[in-house]
């Protein structure tokens, strides 16, 4: 008789689980009674836009996986069959709980503040004619009804768009038999609509879109019986696959793949829990989908729309208090922004309790500045109406030389990219889309500028995206040096990104996907070789997710050698911590709050002689070998203890908004002690930095 041996454990937690965990505990902030109540809604409505990204994304990869007949397992011993059965069950508890926590905590927290979303069963005379009234007005013209026939088949249906699937009765006037429609809903509508003060009885009273075109949907179908009105929402894979081998030009090839992301396979389909079982198996049928991809809810198909009640609801008070991130003088619009670099060396901004303004000043001063010849940029997301965007085109107007490294892959981002791209070729600018093959999510200025008869460099480095909106709600890293060195590394990096050429190596910055991966190998082996040594051995890194297997099991021996690992990761964790005899240094927090923790920084201790650098790189495969990225180093011991007391000390005393990771890939929250200060690292960043 052969006994099977038994299988070893992995070693890995597998990435698509763990980012559901992520957002897990997006929704704990959610259910938070300590968080102020519009603050929880937000927090409910990323939880939903996240799952929309993880569908339409990772889901529809392992789909993909599936489809092509690849069984093998991933790191963490799963096939992508046994994936997507895990993913099913997790996603579902997680929309069941969203939604339980919408009706039975958000909405009547909000009931209590006088802020009521009304149920249209709820309805008085006032109010049906109300919406009655703004429905023949605002809606009505909008809506097509599409009745299912052999001459009207199935609709394409857009991803993520909201939709109703109608059941019918009676005859029309060709003597057609209803059975069944499809109204779409146009995407330009609100999801929630403020009821006139006079009608509802009160100042704050929405209905949801959905209600409103339920209670009139057989205006749409006269002389018909309607029998039924179901809501639905399909996500489709938006990935965008382009061929870049086969097209000489990236931009139109990519222009025309965008269109295709709105239909691309289904993954998911969302349906009202009233939906009779017949109606959705016709969807599922229509989408080629199976049982596990469907999701009843009880109430909107789309939380993430109700985000817009956020902005519509005049109370400070339901959210968090306000600040004004700090701005020093000598970085401002009245000041110049060079020499206060020269006189300096380093000036490190901490977004975003330090304001984006320097960031800004020093394209737009470099911009209108006789003596910058040269301005040099990598842009991958910047936002609409994007200030920086503005000074390199009147920059180039001017007649300088500016080059542009845009990123036109960024996801999501492609379409504004493509505009930016085009404006900016317009004024002047020399524009460029980086590697093929390699996408640039390296954060870099370089501004060239004549002084006493000399060139001198200035760079700014960041951890996050030259966007002022989301320095505003993430927490990033930015640099502003002269260093010689510095400036020279980020000069070979462009010469590297818009040209061509063999053997160009960096003095003191790490790069993907050449030095990155195997720097940070180099100097965790070392630390491991100190511990061996008898002597103190400490790795610290914090970062949006750990992914990459050689990094995991470097840090693995660093932790059986003695070495203590601190790591503080936002979201994606495949390394497990606290196993005996295998990773038990190593603690893995995740901390969560106001801001999207975004920074990445890499601290080792060296025997005394410790580095520590910022980068714009996580530890994945993709920023390892797939992108251009850029790791620096930050050499000035006043600075280098300012990072570590700001992103590890605080961080890892965190016990309001902390989660460690367990050994069985469960997050337990940090519980206060009765007795113990609250500590908050995000709350005592704005108090030590903003105003």
């Not at 937000?42 to 529809?60: M, P, T």
């Not at 920059?395 to 030389?401: D, F, L, N, Q, T």
């Not at 890499?602 to 025997?607: E, G, P, S």
Request: with cysteine; aromatic share 8%; glycine share 6%.
């Amino acid at each position: 008789m052969t006994i099977d041996s038994p299988q070893p454990t992995p070693k890995f937690f597998n990435r698509e689980l763990s980012l559901l965990a992520f957002n897990r505990r997006v929704l704990e902030l959610a259910q938070d009674t300590q968080v102020p109540l519009l603050e929880r809604l937000k927090f409910l409505c990323i939880s939903s836009s996240n799952l929309d990204e993880f569908y339409e994304v990772r889901v529809a990869s392992v789909v993909q996986q599936l489809r092509a007949g690849i069984s093998r397992p991933d790191d963490a011993g799963m096939t992508p069959a046994e994936q997507l059965i895990a993913i099913s069950e997790e996603a579902h508890k997680l929309v069941a709980d969203q939604y339980e926590t919408l009706n039975n905590e958000i909405i009547p927290a909000l009931a209590e503040q006088d802020i009521h979303f009304i149920r249209r069963t709820k309805w008085n005379e006032a109010q049906a004619l109300w919406v009655k009234r703004f429905f023949r007005r605002e809606l009505l013209p909008l809506l097509t009804p599409l009745g299912l026939d052999p001459a009207h088949p199935f609709p394409r249906i857009l991803n993520k768009s909201l939709n109703f699937v109608v059941s019918l009765e009676g005859r029309d006037d060709f003597g057609r038999k209803g059975r069944m429609a499809i109204v779409q809903a146009p995407r330009a509508l609100p999801r929630i609509i403020r009821i006139d003060e006079d009608a509802a009885g009160g100042k704050n009273c929405f209905v949801f879109l959905s209600s409103i075109i339920h209670a009139h949907v057989h205006e749409l179908f006269p002389g018909m019986t309607v029998t039924g009105c179901y809501q639905f929402r399909l996500t489709r894979n938006s990935d965008v696959l382009v061929d870049v081998d086969d097209d000489d030009d990236l931009l139109k090839t990519l222009q025309g793949g965008l269109f295709e992301r709105h239909y691309g396979d289904a993954v998911r389909l969302e349906v009202a829990d009233n939906c009779p079982d017949e109606l959705a198996d016709f969807l599922l049928e229509q989408f080629g989908l199976d049982r596990s991809s469907l999701f009843q809810v009880h109430g909107p198909v789309n939380l993430n729309r109700l985000i817009a009640l956020y902005d519509k609801v005049d109370r400070p008070d339901l959210k968090y208090p306000p600040f004004t991130p700090s701005l020093d003088s000598e970085l401002g619009p009245n000041s110049n922004i060079f020499d206060t670099i020269e006189q300096r060396g380093y000036v490190l901004m901490h977004h975003p309790y330090e304001s984006f303004v320097p960031t800004i000043e020093f394209v737009r001063q470099a911009a209108q500045d006789p003596q910058v010849v040269a301005i040099k940029m990598t842009l991958y997301r910047t936002g609409k109406n994007s200030a920086i965007v503005d000074a390199l085109e009147t920059a180039a107007r001017a007649g300088k030389e500016v080059t542009a490294v845009i990123e036109l892959r960024a996801r999501f981002d492609e379409e504004a990219n493509i505009e930016m791209a085009t404006r900016l070729q317009k004024a002047g600018a020399y524009v460029a889309y980086g590697i093929v093959g390699y996408k640039t999510h390296a954060k870099m200025t370089l501004v060239v500028r004549r002084e006493r008869n000399r060139l001198k460099r200035f760079v700014h480095l960041g951890t996050g995206n030259y966007h002022a909106g989301t320095a505003r709600l993430y927490t990033d890293y930015g640099l502003l040096t002269d260093d010689r060195f510095i400036g020279d590394d980020v000069n070979k990096l462009f010469m590297q990104l818009t040209g061509l050429g063999r053997g160009i190596r960096l003095k003191r910055m790490l790069q993907s996907p050449f030095t990155l991966h195997s720097g940070m190998l180099e100097r965790i082996h070392r630390e491991a070789e100190h511990a061996r040594a008898g002597k103190k051995a400490l790795i610290r890194a914090k970062m949006n997710a750990l992914i990459e297997t050689k990094v995991i099991e470097a840090l693995y021996a660093a932790s059986q050698a003695g070495v203590q690992i601190e790591l503080v990761i936002r979201g994606i964790c495949c390394l497990k911590p606290g196993v005996p005899g295998l990773s038990e240094n190593i603690k893995v927090r995740s901390v969560m709050g106001r801001f999207l923790e975004h920074s990445r920084v890499f601290y080792f201790y060296n025997d005394g002689d410790d580095e520590l650098f910022l980068s714009s790189a996580d530890w994945m495969p993709r920023n390892f070998f797939a992108r251009l990225e850029t790791c620096f180093p930050i050499d000035s011991p006043d600075l280098k203890a300012r990072i570590l007391e700001e992103s590890f000390d605080l961080y890892m005393s965190d016990n309001t908004g902390a989660w460690e990771l367990q050994p069985d890939g469960c997050y337990t929250r940090i519980k206060r002690h009765p007795n113990a200060k609250p500590r908050n690292a995000q709350q005592a960043l704005i108090e030590r930095l903003a105003k």
